[in-house]
């Protein structure tokens, strides 16, 4: 196949191959092989046709083991108007991929109530991709919002890479940039794949004012930020473009919007095979044709360059969450070792963002994250995993203070958490209105310290190194709010945050006991996964 040219100006001109793949029949027999399937605009599949929808769903839960299929990204106007009924049709389409195979979208002007943002989409709504759907349920995804999926990312690995696959809303509002920014930035070991539905014109050579903002803005001035895909254009659009970051790294720009076809688009998606020596074949098949197209921008390959196809800091096997036969009734509902990323290790997919710029430093076990004051920190996003209610609860984590901290888990004023100023303190309810518990001892500085708060009933109790040190009874602690979580900076509170090092953050849906305190706190992470209770 031919590979990319360059002009002065970093964009690439992309050529085709003569050869048109059987795809029915090929097989990813390479160790690290794998593919990436793309959904164009179906927008008038789920007004008209949506028998086509349904037929490149369920295409793609067929050839998932024979094509090694690990992600499906849409490029937004699931629907050409946000009414119920083509909702249903695109719900009914998407159900043939839950549970099987990783999705996102990035929604488009059609999946808007009259194209605006602001105005909101039925997308959002639980019964047909919003909170508490199967498609927020995923494994891995999170989203920028509690009450709306319309703006989310999510994780996998595949090959020798860890991947981060990111869905931005049509026309994002200042927040949503910030905080994809943000999330790209604090996932520099992923490599990052954008779906933003208006991005390239129709000539595929040159960004719209959408596509331009969000380069300028947060796309360019990652280096781990690998393909951007995209729709929207008019008429039959396919084309793509190769330009160079801030870094000089090459992003690799798709765009494929077929809506203008017969039949809305005659079932055309986009197959990314990606090979195990790091070259991207792109196929464009239809299965309601059970064809594939080899014209110029329809087939074609190219190289991930280094910065983009960077490795996983663990293996696949070692960045899976708890072991398989853990039961979830007595293991962490969060569990960030922080040995390179803020991902959540337990399985309620509680990951996490970075704040400010905390670094990268020797933890107590492996690596650990080093706060610098109150502009650091971990925010995760609320989930009712991490409200407790009245009911019991452990929160724990090492940390090597520099100097008296103001920081360690909190969830909002009607929260409990550790605290350290003069000793160790928990809070527990409301401020002014629950219970304060002061430890009886103070932490060392420059030195690692483990620290826990358990609440049970009514009583609550505070260990220092897997030792007892102070108790006290509990009254108004129930936690029960839609606050993020802080790890590290307080939520409240602008000046106050560590100034150290915290390792191996945990909370547990129950009160452990003085002896499993001790015996898992000197555990690093692969040894506390073997351990924990089994059904």
Not at 24 to 46: G, K, M, W
Request: charged content about 20%; aromatic content about 10%; proline content about 4%.
């Amino acid at each position: 196949m031919k590979r990319l040219t360059r002009d002065r100006n970093h964009f690439a001109i992309w050529c085709c191959v003569a050869t048109v793949c059987v795809l029915e029949s090929r097989t990813c027999t390479a160790t690290n092989a794998f593919s990436i399937v793309v959904l164009p605009d179906t927008q008038v599949y789920s007004e008209l046709h949506p028998e086509t929808y349904l037929a490149q769903t369920t295409w793609i839960r067929s050839n998932l083991a024979v094509r090694n299929i690990k992600c499906v990204l849409h490029v937004g106007d699931m629907v050409n108007n946000d009414v119920a009924a083509e909702w249903d049709n695109a719900l009914a389409a998407h159900k043939t991929l839950d549970g099987v195979v990783p999705w996102i979208v990035g929604l488009g002007n059609h999946d808007y109530k009259e194209g605006r943002y602001d105005l909101g989409s039925m997308f959002n709504d639980p019964a047909y991709f919003g909170p508490g759907s199967p498609y927020a349920s995923q494994p891995n995804i999170v989203f920028h919002q509690t009450n709306r999926t319309d703006a989310a990312y999510l994780t996998f690995s595949a090959g020798s890479t860890r991947w981060l696959a990111l869905g931005l809303p049509w026309t994002p509002p200042v927040s949503v940039r910030t905080w994809a920014d943000r999330v790209i930035g604090n996932h520099s070991n992923h490599s990052v794949l954008v779906v933003f539905h208006d991005y390239l014109d129709a000539g595929g050579q040159a960004r719209t004012s959408n596509g331009q903002q969000i380069w300028e803005t947060v796309l360019k001035k990652h280096s781990n930020v690998a393909m951007v895909f995209c729709g929207h254009a008019e008429n039959e659009s396919h084309s793509h473009l190769a330009s160079r970051g801030d870094t000089s790294n090459t992003v690799y720009q798709l765009l494929s919007n077929y809506q203008h076809l017969r039949n809305g688009g005659e079932g055309w998606l986009r197959i990314l095979d990606f090979s195990a020596d790091g070259y991207v074949d792109v196929t464009t098949y239809s299965p309601l044709l059970n064809a594939s197209r080899s014209e110029e921008h329809h087939q074609f390959s190219f190289a991930l360059t280094a910065t983009n196809a960077r490795p996983e800091s663990h293996s696949e096997a070692d960045s899976t969450p708890l072991t398989l036969n853990a039961d979830i009734n007595k293991t962490p509902v969060l569990y960030l070792p922080l040995d390179g990323t803020v991902d959540d290790h337990s399985q309620h997919g509680n990951h996490g963002v970075l704040i400010g710029n905390p670094t990268l430093v020797d933890g107590k076990f492996d690596k650990g994250l080093e706060f610098h004051g109150p502009a650091d920190g971990i925010e995760i996003q609320h989930s009712n995993s991490l409200n407790w209610g009245d009911g019991p609860v452990t929160l724990e984590f090492w940390i090597k203070p520099y100097k008296g901290f103001n920081g360690g888990i909190d969830k909002g004023s009607g929260s409990f958490y550790i605290l350290g100023a003069h000793g160790l303190q928990l809070r527990s309810g409301k401020s002014g209105a629950g219970t304060l518990l002061l430890s009886k001892s103070k932490l060392a500085t420059n030195k690692w310290s483990h620290v826990a708060a358990t609440k049970d009933g009514n009583r609550i109790l505070l260990y220092i190194n897997g030792k007892l040190d102070a108790w006290g009874h509990a009254y108004r602690t129930t936690v029960n709010n839609k606050h993020s979580m802080f790890i590290g900076k307080r939520s409240q509170y602008t000046d106050e945050g560590v100034e150290g090092i915290v390792d191996e953050v945990r909370i547990w849906p129950r009160a452990l006991k003085a002896d499993e305190i001790s015996r898992y706190m000197n555990m690093d992470r692969k040894e506390f996964l073997q351990a924990l209770p089994e059904e």
